[in-house]
């Protein structure tokens, strides 16, 4: 099993950059994100991207208001190489005006190295941040 973690500061207060996270169902911040559809609510509730043999559904494990995380896993359609992910994000507060997303996952690799797979991870994770400080104006 493989691991990765990427920390990222971004230049809104923790609150700001935690409702946009904990808001599991609406994902404004990706590039296509409106058209996403839920199913449920809370922990169990299910976001979907595409439909047919594209669709993406990402599940709510849990929400932690408390400690501004939420863990999720993609049981269906994981347009990468692995299985058995599962997701962790986190929000920390670094200042009145700065933050850190804490985005981690494990996962399985599905026919590469645990090398290759935790690559493409953490370059996704990357130019997802990116999508989230894009939206924030940060």
């Not at 973690?5 to 994100?33: H, M, Q, S």
């Not at 449920?40 to 559904?57: H, L, N, Q, W, Y």
Request: one cysteine or more; glycine letters at 10%; hydrophobic letters at 40%.
């Amino acid at each position: 099993m493989g691991a990765i973690t990427v920390k990222e500061e971004i230049n809104v207060p923790a609150d700001r950059l935690w409702r946009l996270v904990a808001d599991f169902g609406r994902v404004p911040w990706i590039p296509g994100g409106d058209a996403a559809r839920t199913e449920g609510s809370g922990p169990g509730m299910v976001r979907i991207f595409g439909a047919g043999d594209t669709e993406i559904r990402e599940r709510l494990e849990q929400l932690n208001e408390a400690d501004h995380s939420i863990v999720y896993t993609i049981p269906r359609g994981l347009p990468l190489p692995v299985r058995d992910y599962r997701s962790t994000m986190r929000v920390r507060s670094v200042s009145a005006a700065s933050s850190e997303l804490d985005w981690s996952c494990t996962f399985t690799p599905d026919g590469v190295t645990e090398a290759e797979a935790a690559a493409q991870l953490e370059n996704l994770y990357r130019m997802m941040i990116g999508w989230i400080r894009d939206h924030l104006g940060a």
